[in-house]
T-cell receptor
Framework: ETGVTQSPTHLIKTRGQQVTLRCSSQ?????VSWYQQALGQGPQFIFQ???????GRGNFPPRFSGLQFPNYSSELNVNALELDDSALYLC?????????????FGSGTRLTVV | DQQVKQNSPSLSVQEGRISILNCDYT??????FLWYKKYPAEGPTFLIS?????DKNEDGRFTVFLNKSAKHLSLHIVPSQPGDSAVYFC?????????????FGQGTRLTINP
């Protein structure tokens, strides 16, 4: 059983650029959530995708967008990058069963905006 | 607006002794609480959870206690082992939150000394 894989592991972008981060969910998991973890902080919920539709969103501006594909993999896109977007971006997959709160997290993508 | 708080950024404990990590929350709508453990360069891994209808849940060396009236939970690790050295995150989920959005604390870095 493969876990959650994210790519790339590290990325450096310039302010104003756009970035796409990728995530392959754990086998059998149809729900993908994205979190942003700034330095010294806990992960913050960005949004979740279920059956290719956005299913809940945190307090992030519209320049943060995503996609989920039929194979349940997902992308996180960030437009007009700002310095404060520098963070570890975590993808987590799960199965939305009643009472199931278990996420499997990937190792993350470290984004640095300069 | 920090709804989940871990007020101790770090904790150092001698091997074999008890480690106690604390977490406070403000949102009375939270009905499920989880602890995650994170090693460097890895994603968070699920450790233990507790429903708001319980006050204690035990799994091997790990026990989570929930005091709803105080809006406080704690994770006890006994006996502590060197491999327990990691960052520990407390997380909470709210009633009716269909997107399984987790709200994380800032984390506590636990160091187990030989």
């Amino acid at each position: 059983e493969t876990g959650v894989t994210q790519s790339p592991t590290h990325l450096i972008k310039t302010r104003g650029q756009q970035v796409t981060l990728r995530c392959s969910s754990q086998s059998g998991h149809n729900t993908v959530s994205w979190y942003q973890q700034a330095l010294g902080q806990g992960p913050q919920f960005i949004f979740q995708y279920y059956r290719e539709e956005e299913n809940g969103r945190g307090n992030f501006p519209p320049r943060f967008s995503g996609l989920q594909f039929p194979n349940y993999s997902s992308e996180l896109n960030v437009n007009a990058l700002e310095l404060d977007d520098s963070a570890l971006y975590l993808c987590a997959s799960s199965i939305p069963l009643p009472g199931n709160y278990g996420y499997t997290f990937g190792s993350g993508t470290r984004l640095t905006v300069v | 607006d920090q709804q989940v708080k871990q007020n101790s950024p770090s904790l150092s404990v001698q091997e074999g002794r008890i480690s106690i990590l604390n977490c406070d929350y403000t949102n009375s709508m939270f009905d499920y609480f989880l602890w995650y453990k994170k090693y460097p360069a890895e994603g968070p891994t699920f450790l233990i959870s507790i429903s708001s209808i319980k006050d204690k849940n035990e799994d091997g060396r790990f026990t989570v206690f929930l005091n709803k009236s105080a809006k406080h939970l704690s994770l006890h690790i006994v006996p502590s082992q060197p491999g327990d050295s990691a960052v520990y995150f407390c997380a909470a989920s709210a009633v009716g939150q269909g997107a399984q959005k987790l709200v994380f604390g800032q984390g506590t870095r636990l160091t187990i000394n030989p």
